[in-house]
């Protein structure tokens, strides 16, 4: 059974940070594009940030200079560091698994609110 589960979301005050971690489980994880979205509320979903499984990186340009994405194979695991956070960072944030010839998988999304 193939699981995406988030979690390290929660309230936190303007400026300040948070840590993000997405485990994956019944995937191939090592090969596969990892990515984080995020979807505020009456807003469509945005793509926030992806790492391919050789480390190679891609930011939103809303996020550049203050998040960082990454992932450790060993642990079937990618995280999001987000710095210097904003309001307007405050979304579910999701994580999702791309894989040549596979289905994309999605998790279920952690909140992250960020207070002014």
């Known amino acids: 059974q193939v699981q995406l589960v988030e979690s390290g979301g929660g309230l936190v005050q303007a400026g300040g940070s948070l840590r993000l971690s997405c485990v994956a489980s019944?995937?191939?994880?090592?090969?596969?594009?990892m990515g984080w979205y995020r979807q505020a509320p009456g807003k469509q979903r945005e793509w926030v940030a992806s790492?391919?499984?050789?480390?190679?990186?891609n930011y939103a340009d809303s996020v550049k200079g203050r998040f960082t994405i990454s992932r450790d194979n060993a642990k079937n695991t990618v995280y999001l560091q987000m710095n210097s956070l904003k309001p307007e960072d405050t979304a579910v944030y999701l994580c999702?698994?791309?894989?040549?010839?596979?289905?994309?998988?999605w998790g279920q999304g952690t909140q992250v609110t960020v207070s002014s």
């Open positions: 790492v391919t499984g050789g480390g190679s990186t």
């Open positions: 999702r698994s791309q894989l040549r010839g596979v289905r994309d998988y």
């Open positions: 019944g995937i191939i994880f090592g090969i596969n594009v």
